[in-house]
């Protein structure tokens, strides 16, 4: 079946590469209407106060100023910035934010904004905007937050806690199954928060007509989500907005909720005139959301057999000043830590909470690799206690095909993860481990690590995609979707699978994407999602369309439509590929001729699965450590990734070499630091905010292992994820094999290595 293919599987380049490379694509930044303002934001300089007055006049009075909005001008309904609670068919989060801030709760809180005819108008407006607070005690720990007498930072929230969650797939009696295990492992995790970093800061343009009917430009991932959002924050009808989504200059979950869209929407309509927001690289760091912090306390019970018999965990999330997407990814950590391996007697509890810090939301992995992380540790220090090779205890304890999935009410489709572990095993030479390098200042490890993520988020969230095709007058196909790029390919992903189940050559088939006024309904781009389930709905309206032209080929040919097959844009006898005639001419003379009633090919599919096929990976890293400065390289990293079928195999490596990237940064380098005692953020750009660069990378090798899913278009499962769950822990993992302590607080920085080498 994999040979079968002519367009699926090839390593076609995306439409718009040569426009990125040129620097001619055109982002969001790069877009200049008629009348267009520069809108800027007026930021709170204290984590905690209490807003008294807000004087604008000066401000108001500057020549070029065109708007100055504060609380008063901008509607009092409350709204939670993620779009979960329009996805999700559970307990919605809170909605705990206003478009500008009724009490500034953290140091960059948005309190009030202006609309200039120049940046440098813009600025000196917001000097001129005198802000009266009542500072407030602010706290920045989620444990300290959560304490008798600790400043409240939402009046709703009790102890700070804006959700308290209980796992709810818990299983079997965890005390018990504590009981019967030979030895119990547990630890304490703290993750950190890691700023998404892409290449574009966020930015947005709203414009109203003179009808009234507004239309937004944004990167935002879910746009139709976010446009019934900010139709109710505006009190607007959804069909008065239109939502238009430009290239992407990278996402990775920064764009799954409002970065300011609401603001700019403020501005324009006060102002009457186009406004464009464009945060600095401060503020993309300091006011949107960033990898949630969690504190992890885990325990597992082991039999000496090595049989997982218990499994438990608690959670404590940094949510900073606002609730955004913390709900959903606190259950989605549970979800993964609790159900990846095989274990009878399950339990978990979090508590959601309120700091004065910046606000954490959903990043790429969405939980699951804060869980994976503390979960795949745990696997070693349980391995190592009962005197059991990793690998092998893994082998053990993984669920395979039909066995039930995290998500318990959905089986798993298919799995390749112990063909993962051994090829990824044998090429990393863990034959070959040894218990780290001793006696050196240089010391090697070898570490693993395994993990799964999803193929959408059906049977948590909403999955509904649609898509549609034109087959134009002069044979070739439109297709219109409404799905963002970052970056990762999935236009061109969505083409291979339309022009090969349309039989088109793939030139032929073009993308009209990014525009509510012209595709269907979306979810949009998030949970590894667009593969598979936009895929498939491309795929299901391709084969529509393929059908009708059939058809009217066989009324043309004067034959049965299961005598023909279209392959390269032409239409060939099955009997005698010799007789063929081309898409284009069967379809111009059905567009132009007079002998015949015409019959034009469109077709539209709206889908929603009924099934996750779960993608698995095994991720080996070896590391060099110098216990006497604590510097950690990295200098190998081999994965292996059970994908079903592979599109574009150059997207999916791309994915997974980028995934090793962000996942090492995540692990050594990257600090998200807040100064404790006066709340401000001391990392706001890349000279303060290491990521790794291009001297830091390891040699790297992928293996792409294919066996198609069942329900997967042309047997595809997703890729956007997965490639990151594994590579915090197995570097983890493998400083530990080779300097034998184990850092349980990320990032793992030179000085926490050479601590932990001290104490030992």
């Known amino acids: 079946m994999l040979n079968e293919l002519s367009i699926v599987g090839k390593r076609l380049p995306q439409p718009a590469a040569v426009a990125k490379a040129t620097g001619t694509c055109k982002y969001t930044t790069d877009i200049t209407l008629p009348g267009m303002l520069v809108g800027m934001v007026l930021r709170s300089p204290n984590p905690h106060a209490r807003i008294l007055k807000i004087d604008t006049s000066r401000a108001e009075s500057l020549p070029g100023i065109k708007a100055v909005i504060t609380r008063r001008d901008v509607p009092d309904s409350q709204y939670n910035r993620s779009m979960v609670d329009l996805l999700s068919p559970g307990k919605r989060p809170p909605d705990d934010e206003y478009v500008l801030a009724d009490k500034a709760r953290f140091v960059g809180d948005a309190v009030a904004a ?12 917001l000097e001129l905007i005198k802000v009266e607070y009542e500072e407030l005690p602010a706290v920045f720990d989620p444990l300290e937050a959560m304490m008798p007498g600790a400043p409240r930072i939402h009046d709703y929230a009790e102890n700070n806690a804006a959700r308290h969650i209980v796992f709810p797939f818990k299983t079997g009696d965890v005390e018990q199954g504590f009981r019967e295990a030979d030895h119990v492992v547990e630890a304490t995790f703290h993750t950190s928060k890691q700023a998404h970093s892409p290449m ?3 930015a947005c343009i709203a414009s109203f007509d003179a009808a009234g009917r507004l239309t937004v430009w944004s990167t935002h991932q879910k746009p139709f989500p976010a446009r019934t959002k900010l139709a109710g924050i505006f009190d607007m009808p959804v069909n008065m907005i239109r939502w238009l989504t430009p290239p992407a200059g990278g996402g990775f979950g920064n764009g799954l909720t409002f970065r300011g869209e609401p ?3 403020a501005l324009a309509r006060k102002a009457r005139q186009p406004v464009k927001l464009s945060y600095s690289r401060e503020e993309q760091f300091m006011a949107t959301d960033t990898r949630q912090a969690f504190v992890e306390r885990v325990k597992m019970g082991v039999r000496k057999d090595g049989t997982i018999t218990a499994l438990q965990t608690y959670l404590v999330s940094n949510s900073g000043a606002y609730c955004s997407t913390n709900t959903s990814t606190t259950v989605v950590n549970m979800v993964f830590f609790l159900g990846f391996y095989r274990c009878q007697n399950v339990s978990g509890e979090a508590d959601v909470v309120y700091t004065n810090m910046p606000v954490t939301g959903g990043f790429r992995g969405y939980g699951n690799s804060e869980a994976t992380w503390a979960l795949e540790q745990l696997i070693d220090m349980a391995a190592e206690k009962i005197g059991m090779d990793p690998m092998e205890f893994r082998l053990r304890n993984v669920r395979r095909a039909g066995d039930p999935s995290p998500v318990p009410a959905l089986p798993i489709e298919s799995s390749c993860l112990d063909e993962c ?11 070959r481990r040894a218990a780290g390098s001793r006696g050196v200042v240089k010391k090697r490890g070898l570490g693993m690590a395994i993990a799964t993520h999803v193929s959408g988020g059906y049977g948590m969230l909403l999955e509904r995609s649609h898509a549609a095709i034109k087959v134009q007058d ?17 236009e061109t992903v969505l083409l291979q699978i339309a022009a090969e189940e349309l039989g088109l050559r793939y030139q032929d088939v073009r993308i009209v994407n990014g525009d509510t006024d012209a595709a269907g309904f979306d979810v949009g781009c998030a949970s590894s999602r667009s593969t598979y389930i936009m895929g498939t709905a491309v795929m299901k309206a391709a084969a529509e369309a393929k059908r009708q032209l059939l058809e009217l080929a066989a009324r043309t040919l004067e034959v049965e439509p299961n005598q023909l097959e279209v392959r390269g844009s032409r239409v060939f006898f099955k009997a005698n590929s010799d007789k063929d005639i081309s898409v284009a001419r069967l379809v111009r003379e059905n567009v ?14 709206g889908w929603e699965p009924v099934g996750n096929p779960l993608p698995y990976q095994a991720a080996f890293a070896e590391v060099e450590v110098d216990s006497e400065s604590g510097h950690v390289r990295v200098l190998r990293v081999v994965v ?37 005692d006066t709340g401000e953020l001391e990392t706001d750009n890349f000279t303060s905010y290491k990521i790794p660069g291009t001297l830091d990378m390891p040699d790297i090798e992928t293996v792409i292992i294919e066996h198609p899913t069942p329900s997967g278009p042309f047997g595809a499962k997703s890729v956007g994820e997965i490639g990151y769950n594994a590579i915090c822990p197995a570097i983890s993992n493998a400083i530990y094999n080779a300097i034998g302590v184990r850092i349980t607080d990320l990032p793992v920085t030179p000085e926490k290595i050479r601590a932990a080498m001290k104490g030992k």
């Open 263 to 265: 603001v700019c929407v």
């Open 592 to 605: 132009y001729g007079f002998q015949h009633p015409y019959h034009p090919i469109e077709a539209r599919c």
């Open 200 to 202: 574009e800061s966020a």
């Open 474 to 490: 002069d044979g070739s196909a439109l297709l219109v979707v409404n799905i963002n790029d970052m970056g990762q390919g999935i």
């Open 421 to 431: 572990i051994r090829v990824g095993g044998e090429k990393a030479g863990w034959g």
């Open 640 to 676: 292996a990734y059970d994908i079903g079928r592979a599109i574009n195999p150059m997207n999916v490596e791309g994915q997974l070499e980028g995934s090793i990237a962000q996942g090492m940064g995540y692990t050594l380098m990257e600090d998200f630091v807040v100064d404790r």
């Open 114 to 125: 202006v609309a200039a005819v120049d940046e440098a108008a813009a600025e000196r407006a």
